[in-house]
């Protein structure tokens, strides 16, 4: 059995979803498809949600939008007759509008992922809709009947004992060859939606790998496997054919958006190879990340994560932050789920960067400002080179200003602006 996953960019318009339908089509082995919403989606239903606490108008228009975009889809994908699912979306919809509507919904997060997750409901119906007309015997999943999570909105965890004997009793493929079931959601064990953060349907899928013990998971991607450095941020760059999966989790977690950092380890720990494959050529070869021992392919890799904060504590009283401080530091960004990107350390102070985007800032700067004396740093670039060389140090750091230089012997890092 094989997982495939299609993100977003593979199933944004009609042309998508019958690319999607060719590549299973092809296949001859049994498959667990998972997907995510199609195209920006999941942007959208996260402004709707945004609007619905502000602008109730605004909010109803931006909903009509969405509907009529996947509306659009289904009556190219199904000319002769797009009744049955139009009405489906209809209900979709609407259930919508009321959690929009519904003031008792105060909760920015649980709101969040009530609506949110609809995304993923209305690509895997849509696609399920399709196949079926394909002649292409799909079973559609609700996902959230299968992964049961805490509440934890919009990052929730997954509670693996009993989702993985659902996952085992649901998907039986002695039973059926093709299960269609969405990335991304869950439900929490009160009977909410859940979402599991943002882009997290690698995660999904690579979490039912593990469960089913899948063969293989490939997640269909608009390049052409992973590259060693972002297109769209350098000019010359060259696909790496086979990387381990520790190589693979430093890339991911560094900020190559390739593939979602969790993705690796439900892999690694059942040794699981992925493979990330161009759903626009799909018989070229893509990347595979599997046990690999060396990485020899000699290219060295440049990963840039974006809108970075620097944020650096001082003790007012000059005393020791590693043998004070840190414990409760970390504990605070533990409890408060900050992911931290980059730590270093003096004597007397610890300096370490957080996504910009991260919401509570004020609170966290607030919480510090208490012990320590806090100076921080926006929109900032975390570089990272791995297997780097002194000229490719002095180029990429060229005319930039560096708050923060690292380097091992595989790895620097530079926050710079
Ligand atoms: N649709 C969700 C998102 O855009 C999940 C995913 O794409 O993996 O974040
Ligand atoms: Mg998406």
Same mark, same amino acid.
């Given at each position: 059995?094989?997982?495939? &996953?299609?993100?977003?960019?593979?199933?944004?318009?009609?042309?998508?979803?019958?690319? +999607?339908? *060719? /590549? @299973? =089509?092809? !296949?001859?082995? &049994?498959?667990?498809?998972?997907?995510?919403?199609?195209?920006?989606?999941?942007?959208? +239903?996260? *402004? /709707? @949600? =945004?609007? !619905?606490?502000?602008?109730?108008?605004?909010?109803?228009?931006?909903?009509?939008?969405?509907?009529?975009?996947?509306?659009? /889809?289904?009556?190219?994908?199904?000319?002769?007759?797009?009744?049955?699912?139009?009405?489906?979306?209809?209900?979709?919809?609407?259930?919508?509008?009321?959690?929009?509507?519904?003031?008792?919904?105060?909760?920015?997060?649980?709101?969040?992922?009530?609506?949110?997750?609809?995304?993923?409901?209305?690509?895997?119906?849509?696609?399920?809709?399709?196949?079926?007309?394909?002649?292409?015997?799909?079973?559609?999943?609700?996902?959230?009947?299968?992964?049961?999570?805490?509440?934890?909105?919009?990052?929730?965890?997954?509670?693996?004992?009993?989702?993985?004997?659902?996952?085992?009793?649901?998907?039986?493929?002695?039973?059926?060859?093709?299960?269609?079931?969405?990335?991304?959601?869950?439900?929490?064990?009160?009977?909410?939606?859940?979402?599991?953060?943002?882009?997290?349907?690698?995660?999904?899928?690579?979490?039912?790998?593990?469960?089913?013990?899948?063969?293989?998971?490939?997640?269909?991607?608009?390049?052409?496997?992973?590259?060693?450095?972002?297109?769209?941020?350098?000019?010359?760059?060259?696909?790496?054919?086979?990387?381990?999966?520790?190589?693979?989790?430093?890339?991911?977690?560094?900020?190559?958006?390739?593939?979602?950092?969790?993705?690796?380890?439900?892999?690694?720990?059942?040794?699981?190879?992925?493979?990330?494959?161009?759903?626009?050529?799909?018989?070229?070869?893509?990347?595979?990340?599997?046990?690999?021992?060396?990485?020899?392919?000699?290219?060295?890799?440049?990963?840039?994560?974006?809108?970075?904060?620097?944020?650096?504590?001082?003790?007012?009283?000059?005393?020791?932050?590693?043998?004070?401080?840190?414990?409760?530091?970390?504990?605070?960004?533990?409890?408060?789920?900050?992911?931290?990107?980059?730590?270093?350390?003096?004597?007397?102070?610890?300096?370490?960067?957080?996504?910009?985007?991260?919401?509570?800032?004020?609170?966290?700067?607030?919480?510090?400002?208490?012990?320590?004396?806090?100076?921080?740093?926006?929109?900032?670039?975390?570089?990272?080179?791995?297997?780097?060389?002194?000229?490719?140090?002095?180029?990429?750091?060229?005319?930039?200003?560096?708050?923060?230089?690292?380097?091992?012997?595989?790895?620097?890092?530079?926050?710079?602006?």
């Amino acid at each position: 059995m094989i997982v495939y &996953k299609f993100g977003g960019a593979s199933v944004k318009d009609a042309t998508g979803v019958k690319n +999607l339908i *060719e /590549i @299973v =089509k092809k !296949s001859t082995d &049994k498959l667990l498809i998972v997907v995510s919403a199609m195209g920006k989606t999941t942007n959208a +239903l996260e *402004e /709707i @949600v =945004k609007l !619905s606490f502000v602008n109730i108008d605004e909010c109803t228009e931006k909903i009509n939008q969405l509907y009529h975009q996947h509306f659009q /889809i289904c009556s190219e994908l199904f000319p002769d007759d797009s009744e049955p699912i139009d009405s489906q979306l209809k209900g979709d919809f609407s259930k919508i509008s009321l959690l929009a509507s519904d003031k008792s919904l105060n909760q920015f997060d649980v709101k969040y992922d009530q609506i949110v997750s609809f995304g993923e409901i209305f690509s895997t119906r849509i696609i399920n809709a399709y196949m079926n007309t394909k002649n292409i015997k799909s079973a559609f999943v609700d996902i959230r009947e299968v992964f049961i999570t805490d509440e934890t909105y919009r990052e929730a965890i997954i509670d693996t004992d009993l989702s993985k004997s659902n996952t085992i009793k649901i998907f039986d493929f002695s039973k059926q060859s093709i299960y269609l079931t969405q990335g991304f959601i869950g439900c929490s064990k009160n009977g909410l939606s859940t979402t599991l953060g943002r882009e997290g349907s690698d995660y999904t899928a690579a979490i039912l790998a593990n469960f089913l013990d899948a063969e293989k998971m490939i997640v269909w991607k608009d390049v052409e496997g992973i590259m060693n450095a972002d297109p769209q941020c350098f000019d010359k760059t060259e696909r790496l054919n086979k990387i381990s999966y520790q190589e693979a989790v430093e890339l991911a977690y560094f900020g190559a958006k390739v593939i979602h950092p969790k993705t690796l380890k439900p892999l690694h720990n059942k040794n699981i190879p992925l493979y990330v494959k161009s759903f626009i050529n799909p018989t070229g070869q893509g990347t595979t990340i599997h046990d690999y021992n060396e990485y020899d392919q000699n290219l060295p890799l440049y990963i840039i994560k974006k809108d970075q904060m620097l944020i650096s504590l001082f003790p007012k009283d000059l005393s020791f932050v590693i043998e004070d401080g840190l414990k409760d530091i970390f504990q605070y960004l533990s409890l408060h789920r900050v992911k931290v990107n980059l730590i270093q350390n003096s004597a007397i102070s610890i300096s370490f960067c957080i996504d910009n985007s991260y919401v509570k800032i004020g609170e966290l700067l607030e919480y510090f400002q208490k012990e320590y004396k806090v100076l921080y740093n926006e929109n900032l670039e975390l570089l990272t080179i791995r297997h780097y060389s002194e000229k490719d140090v002095l180029k990429l750091t060229a005319r930039r200003k560096i708050f923060i230089e690292q380097r091992s012997r595989h790895t620097a890092h530079f926050v710079i602006q």
